[in-house]
């Protein structure tokens, strides 16, 4: 309780929570404006997120020494019911001319007919230096307004999946947040059954995106990281679900406060005080966990590490500062019509006897634990292991480029039309930059590759941009292709080096180019020497990042086990409980994974996933289910100050089970909403997370750790001092028979002040 010398006047229990208000609305109707403008600072050019060190990276920082300038491939491939006529390819040519005009667009290559005269394809360089997709989407809208009748186009190549990929974030500022706002809403009215208070919490963390999305804004405006649509997606729902599991907790402890039957302002100042350590701690582990991709070698994996973080830096200040300010200015009246009543909120303190009756689900999932810790903990985790099994058939090794977007797709249906009538790689090559007195050698190399269709050499002289390259007694020949030009063109030199174009056989985004790519390395390697032929192109920019994201899961998971597990000891000031919790983490992200594995596989028929998949997923399981172990460990250790250790296990799960499933409800819903954006990692990613959140939720966080936790007894708070006062007093191992003689002593004494007729003098009483 707090003192009346403690409380400040009326004029500050108003102005504090006030000011805070207006603070917060200035902040999100700033930071509001900004959800339409995310794209003028996010990129979706998956060369710029490789490491500088990437061979695939090196060969595209020097494309424009050979091309002439920094653009990037669109193809354009034309086709009719049949044989293409004379006629028709007139028109192709002036469709060319009209492509040519769109601005942003380089010089369109002739129209180069297929063998067997049914298709033509375009080459169209697609400047780098303005937004690729608005240039590919008004070359397909050129396209759309000179097509002649009885032909069909498509626009695909790098510029086309690029259009396409952007195109499927265009919802993630409206659709998104609508979604995800509209499912918390919806659970935290069935929650509550409050028309006041879901909206308070809603504000919470609306007003929390809004400032990071400023502060992210500008920062990305700046050049300090990298932002692309994955990482706004995943800013906006890591945003939206830790405000709102932070808000819930301070609400469950206000509305204890207020059941006990503090005033509005004392239980303001009660709910922060027993808030502010979880809800700190909860944020910093995130953070602490999000900051770990920081090693990532990855751009985009890197960036998200601080954007996130800053992101749950916004979501705590929010819980803890504009929540509080907006239930001291309601008080009661947020949760009505069920306003909770003086003593609503008590907690029995029988809940391990076998006799006296219970109430409530929490009450009894309780006794359920204390009867019955072990079988109940044994079972659990048998169920998750078995389930973790489904791991072993997780595809987790990259997919191809055209089945990143779900749904329709021009660019991955053009690539099917050109694979029909061309090269399948054709418009999408690859790169070998090489020592011009080694090209002999290097041509030779690329002629023996299984995969590789033809083989060319750049040159700003020739018509096409490109010079057919052979080999004749050792050296090489160029010969330019097309009609016969006055002046011959050779090859464009730069620094020595000459840069090939070899055609794939296969589609530049399948596993079978990848595994030419990853030939050609190894032989150029063996026959030419370590690093004396650098192999690049859209091809080798996926392998590297398929390899790259590998390493970085490989590297970071540990390093984040570790950290959190030295923050929990820091926390719960032992070891053995920071250790059991991250084991239920390890187990329960292992069967999220395997069923979701087995999902994938057979229910969707994903054609795989991306290599960041796990680790994306096992970031936000780990770091928001220790959110969750917190919130319930932290008040264990609170009720076993007081109460022991096994009755502290019992009196926190009830006391916390209502807001973690609360919590884990809107987190799931929230991760949930990713599924609406037609981005196939988006969608594995929401699955894997919310149904790892609802198994962390239901399973690990209400059956397996106060299971594990009751039947350990206070062995888990060793070495701390709770284990050894808890130890002095029984309150461990001997909890269950305090509880029982507690109890019994309290009837008896009933018994006997009922049986006992007592006077009004307290000195007659003393017998009695």
Known sequence: ???????????????IPVMLVLIWLVGGSIGGP?????DEVATNDQSTFLPSSAEATQVQE???????????????????????????????????TSIGDVEGVGEVSPALPSEDGEAVQLFVPIDTSGDVAETAEAVRAAIAEQLPEGLQAWVTGPAGFTADLVEGFLGIDGLLLAVALGAVFVILVIVYRSPLLPILVLMTSTFALCVALLTVWWLAKAGVFVLNGQVQGILFILVIGAATDYALLYVARFREAVGSGLRRWDATVSA?????????????TVIAGLLCLLLSDLASNRALGPIASIGIVFAVLSALTFLPALLALTGRAAFWPFIPETGAVDIPDDLASSGAPVRGFWARQARLVARHSRPVWIITTVVLLAASVGVLQLKADGVPQSDLVLGAS???????????????GSGSPAYVIVPEDRVADAVGVLDATDGIDAVSASSKDAPSGQVAVAVSGGEPVYTVAGPPTATPAGPTVSDGDVLLVATLSQEADSLAAEETIRDLRAAFAADLGECTALVGGSTAIDVDTNDTSIRDRTVIIPVILVVILLILMLLLRA??????????????????????ALVFNHVFDFPGADPAVPLYGFVFLVALGVDYNIFLMSRVREESKTHGTRPGVLRGLVATGGVITSAGLVLAATFAALGVIPILFLAQLAFI???????????VRSLLVPAAAYDLGRVIWWPSKLWRRDGQRGGGENSTRTVHEGATRRSLRAQAAESVELSPDPRDNLGA
């Not at 900004?34 to 995310?38: N, R």
């Not at 922060?272 to 910093?284: C, D, K, M, V």
């Not at 997370?689 to 399973?699: H, S």
């Open 1 to 15: 309780m707090t003192s009346r010398r403690d409380t400040p006047t009326r004029w500050l229990r108003i102005g």
């Open 34 to 38: 900004y959800f339409g403008k995310v």
């Open 62 to 96: 020097r494309l424009a020494d050979f091309t002439g300038g920094d653009t990037l491939p669109a193809v354009v491939v034309v086709a009719g019911d049949g044989t293409l006529t004379e006629a028709q390819l007139a028109e192709v040519d002036d469709l060319a």
């Open 272 to 284: 922060w005080r027993g808030a502010f350590e979880p809800i700190l701690a909860s944020g910093g």
């Open 410 to 424: 021009e660019a991955r249906d053009g690539q099917d039309v050109l694979a029909e009538h061309f090269a399948a």
């Open 575 to 596: 070891i053995v409980a920071p250790v059991l919790l991250i084991l239920s983490v390890i187990v329960s992200f292992g069967a999220a994974l395997g069923v979701s």
């Open 689 to 699: 997370v919310a149904f790892g959140v609802l198994l962390d939720t239901f399973v």
